[in-house]
DNA sequence: ACACGTTCTACCATTGAACGGAAGGCTCCT
DNA sequence: AGGAGCCTTCCGTTCAATGGTAGAACGTGT
């Protein structure tokens, strides 16, 4: 239902532009972005050039696009998350300060944990690459301290639709996970990148006491010390909560 | 020469609306968004419901609109500074670590600098605010830094149009900044937030010997300390320079 | 040096998607 | 109960969006 030919609005197709861009990718060929976007090549190169008279792309010599830095401005300025990285900061720096190890902070979005915030440990090489990275709820212990403390029916449908492609974990695993997490008032579960890493989150509660967020830490199997590490981000999540109110 | 009234194509209607929200506002009702947008209310809801139908926004119950999280997550992912931020950081946590003092990196956009990555001084309250702020160039070190290492052209097409609104600083002021820096190979002016702080910064050069960055620091005057905090700078801002090749 | 492949850019007649005024709901005041 | 302010939906009109085609600009292999 489009002008002509392909079903699509203008908005889906400005929307599929911007998506086309693999993840950790700032640069495409223009062939190559039409491509991936499925549009005409006559109608990419319309569209990115529309886009980057605002600043929003940026259509480099030799048809070279990239994400604008107008965009990047625009939506780090106004970014929902804005308030929440805003008051989690400091409390961040405080973890990271007093027990020298990876802090970072995600939100729920779908059935995954987004992380949106993170500090690396000193010393340590910049994992900074997995901001505004995402993983599965089940295999990360923000995305388990997060879903954990979601609403009945929202669990409900999260284990309802739940299928760990590898078929490693079942959704009865997952239900102990959720059930355990929610009980002791944090998750901590073995790392996915590296084994002999452990993950330890807390969630976040506003002052409406809704899970808004989860904050944790990736440790060292060695360093493993759960009676040091639980009350310190319990007590930075409660910091966090206040400072943001509502 | 839009589909009837008032001469816009839907892709400058879209900008609008992403360009809508003021400076660390997160959220907009829909008519208040319509009006800065300037656009008829039916015609900004049917763009926002498209919109958000994508995840680019997000529209509330009751016409509240944000930035959608999947906007925010697909601009960092694959964000033009990405690899420049990547490369800087962590250089700039050793700085943070030797130094402790507020770090910054920041890119020149038309005649301003972009700041694009900030760390804050251990037990400073967060400065993160500004992450995705503007400054003028002329008021800050970064920016100094960053046009003093400009082609002559570019530098002189900047002093060409500059004019201070305020009328405390003239183009001949600003031309002796950047000799001055261009000559030291660091930029150092009074602070503009705080008086009794001030700034400097080195140029990062890539492997072409392009200045794409500035890496910068704000002290407080009484810890003021050339001797130390240029060399340091310098080297961190030539490894991050290693780092990013080209 | 030439021909070929690939990519970017520009043109323009056709046509259906975008437009926005108007009317209907809804909530929250007074 | 009435009104003000907001969100949402509907639908006939119209012109902006579309994309095939063709040409320009490289780069590459023979």
Known sequence: ??????????????????????????????????????????????????????????????????????????????????????????????????????????VLDGWEALFVERLSRRGSVANRARIAGRMPVHITSAGVALMSHQPRELQAEYLEQFHDPSGKVTADVVRHYLAEAAQQGYAQLAGVVDPDTWGIAVPVLNGKRRTVAALGVVVPLAEMRLQALVPALQTAARGIGRQLGD
């Open 1 to 106: 239902m489009a002008n002509s030919a392909s079903g699509d609005s203008v908005v889906d197709r400005v929307v599929r532009v911007i998506e086309a861009f693999p993840e950790g990718v700032t640069s495409l060929q223009l062939t190559e972005l039409a491509d991936r976007a499925e549009l005409p090549l006559s109608s990419a190169h319309r569209l990115v050039r529309q886009l980057s008279e605002h600043g929003l792309l940026d259509l480099g010599a030799g048809g070279t696009v990239r994400l604008g830095l107008r965009l990047w401005e625009l939506v780090n300025r106004n970014s929902p998350t804005l308030a929440l990285r805003q008051a989690a900061m400091p409390f961040m720096e405080d973890i990271q300060q007093v027990l020298n190890q990876n802090v970072n902070l995600a």
